[in-house]
């Protein structure tokens, strides 16, 4: 048994470090108000860059590939030569053709010079009606040869014209799927394709909930109340802005999002023929819907946020100095310093954005404003 000695100095010590914690002064903390403030509203949505044409080239005749006139990858403008197929025997249909129709020219003239004589013989006592007939029938029968002839000579024409396949738009080429040698024909598929490189389209898609509210904006300002900027794989934003041009009519039954289309500049270096312009069909990149004009909207500094499993809070400071948590809902408009709030918080409260990770709910705290310019730091939850 401990003398009763031990018992006064352990009761003592006890008193003393509940005198302490008593005595200990409240945590200090810096606070800023919530306030209104001019914010840029914008979304992010995963997009993919798409060429405002492409066009897939084929083989309209059936001949040898005799020579390819193009650079896989570089960018051809319309009408160059890209494939040049073997012309000989279209070339010698077309002067058979040609052939056909001189014959039935001359059958026309004699047919023409019979009817003039049966038409003056008529006149006379030696004509006769059905003579001047036949011959007039004759007349519209080598018409009728002659058009059917320049039909058959057009064709042929057309036929050579497709030995040679040109680029029919201006835009950046693929590669090559045949090589000189190869015969190729309308049933050969792709040869290659050409797709278009400014401008570019940007597709992404917007689930329904923001769409209501994009159309509700665009039924007021029109497409130039919204623009479109574009971040790249690499992180950095592309410095064209786009313009949305285009809602899509029919809402995805597997997303439940609508695709909106933008355009977007892609201009390069006119000397390199390999072209050095940034954006590519089909790329992956972030897309950021942005109004033009900022919007007032209630925000507090980002490192006021606090999140665990019962959503997103910031503490408050009331009237007597003491921290309140307080649930919030945040906007997706934001900054890379300030957050946006919806619901939970009203113009002027007082949030801790400094010293946060000192604080728990019902707690004195010592309040001063935060420091102006002091570096963001990350909030933890308490």
């Not at 000189?180 to 394709?193: C, H, Q, R, Y």
Request: hydrophobic content about 40%; cysteine-free.
């Amino acid at each position: 048994m401990r003398p009763s000695g031990y018992v006064v100095v352990a009761l003592a010590l006890l008193s003393t470090s509940a005198t302490a914690q008593q005595a200990a002064p409240p945590p200090a903390v810096g606070v800023a108000k919530a306030e209104m403030r001019p914010i840029t509203q914008s979304a992010e949505y995963l997009g993919r860059i798409q060429a405002v044409n492409r066009v897939v080239i084929q083989s309209r005749v059936t001949a040898f590939l005799t020579e390819r006139r193009f650079t896989e990858g570089g960018e051809v403008k319309k009408g160059d030569l890209l494939y040049l197929l073997e012309q000989g025997p279209f070339k010698a249909d077309v002067q058979a053709k040609q052939g056909a129709v001189a014959q039935v020219e001359a059958q026309l003239k004699n047919a023409n010079l019979a009817l003039d004589r049966a038409a003056q013989l008529l006149k006379t006592s030696a004509g006769t009606q059905a003579t001047y007939d036949n011959a007039q029938a004759n007349v519209e029968s080598q018409k009728a040869q002659l058009l059917s002839a320049q039909a058959q000579l057009r064709q042929s024409e057309i036929n050579l014209d497709y030995t040679e396949i040109r680029a029919p738009i201006d835009g950046k080429i693929g590669q090559t799927t045949v090589t000189e040698g190869n015969v190729v024909s309308p049933s050969s598929g792709a040869l290659t394709t050409i797709v278009s490189q400014d401008p570019m389209y940007v597709v992404f898609p917007v689930p329904v909930r923001t769409v209501l509210e994009v159309r509700e904006k665009l039924a007021k300002e029109g497409f130039d109340a919204l623009l479109v900027r574009v971040r790249l794989p690499n992180g950095r934003i592309y410095e064209h802005a786009g313009k949305l041009d285009f809602l899509n009519n029919t809402v995805s039954s597997n997303t439940d999002t609508l695709t909106l289309r933008a355009t977007i500049a892609n201009p390069g270096d006119p000397s390199n023929k390999q072209g050095s312009r940034e954006l590519l069909d089909s790329e992956l990149v972030t897309v950021l819907l942005q109004g033009t004009e900022p919007v007032s909207m209630l925000t507090v500094p980002r490192t006021a946020l606090l999140t665990d499993q019962g959503g997103d809070y910031v503490f408050v400071v009331d009237a007597e100095n003491k921290a309140q948590r307080r649930g919030v809902k945040l906007g997706t408009d934001a900054t890379p310093t300030l957050a946006v709030i919806t619901d939970g918080l009203k113009a002027g409260d007082l949030v801790i954005a400094e010293g946060i990770q000192r604080v728990r709910p019902g707690q004195p705290v010592s309040p001063a404003p935060i420091t102006p310019g002091a570096p963001e730091t990350k909030a933890n939850n308490p």
